[in-house]
């Protein structure tokens, strides 16, 4: 849709299970992040990769491991996740300033059971 | 705590009428942008408006920012079946953080 994908698109993982959530962006963007969201709470902020440098961990659980391999790929590692977890994880990558327009993938629905 | 806050919640409205959505936020920002969002997809941006902008349009979108009253609008005009969507507007606060709102969802019955 706007240059970022997402794989897997659904997730259904119980809470012993590790599983790892995939995104690739084509635009060339230097800034790669995850979002949280959940039903009727604000985007969630969790990572932020800049150049491939993590640079900001929203006092996110250990439970998620980001990985920045290169500037086009982004993982979200999950391991013993809690039901809570339960939400769309949303991947988005921008040119410039960390707060100049985002293109956002179509996100991983998560299910934790 | 939630700094962009979107007004009203939900909107249901007639294809051909316009839709406004309001957005109030607390400090002080450097731009202003909204986004559109499908049920369950992601996030598609529309524009951005810097803090010295008050207006800006895009195709049938008409976006304003008042940063004495820190809030900003988003108008669609003439709205279409395929405008339903989540809107939601995020901020910078002069940070190199983009903050969003819970978002506006707009119903467009044909």
């Known amino acids: 849709e706007t240059g970022v994908t997402q794989t897997p698109r659904h997730l259904v993982m119980g809470m012993t299970n590790k599983k790892s959530l995939k995104c690739e962006q084509h635009l060339g963007h230097n800034a790669m992040y995850w979002y949280k969201q959940s039903a009727k709470k604000p985007l969630e902020l969790m990572f932020v990769y800049n150049f491939k440098e993590q640079t900001e961990n929203n006092s996110v659980p250990s439970r998620f491991s980001p990985e920045c391999p290169n500037s086009s790929h982004l993982f979200l590692h999950l391991h013993t996740l809690q039901p809570e977890d339960s939400a769309l994880y949303l991947c988005?990558?921008?040119?410039?300033?960390?707060?100049?327009?985002?293109?956002f993938g179509p996100g991983t629905r998560l299910t934790v059971t | 705590s939630q700094q962009g806050e979107e007004d009203p919640q939900a909107l249901s409205i007639q294809e051909g009428e316009n839709a406004t959505m309001n957005c109030s936020y607390k400090?002080?920002?450097?731009?202003l942008q909204w986004y559109r969002q499908n049920s369950g997809r992601g996030l598609v941006h529309l524009i951005l408006i810097r803090s010295n902008e008050r207006e800006k349009h895009s195709g049938r979108l008409r976006v304003t920012l008042d940063t004495s009253k820190k809030s900003s609008s988003l108008l669609i005009t003439a709205s279409r079946a395929a405008d339903t969507a989540s809107y939601f507007c995020?901020?910078?606060?002069?940070?190199?953080?983009?903050?969003f709102g819970t978002g506006t969802r707009l119903q467009v019955f044909p």
């Open positions: 400090t002080s920002i450097n731009n």
């Open positions: 988005a990558s921008s040119q410039e300033s960390l707060a100049s327009e985002q293109y």
């Open positions: 995020a901020t910078d606060q002069r940070t190199d953080k983009l903050i």
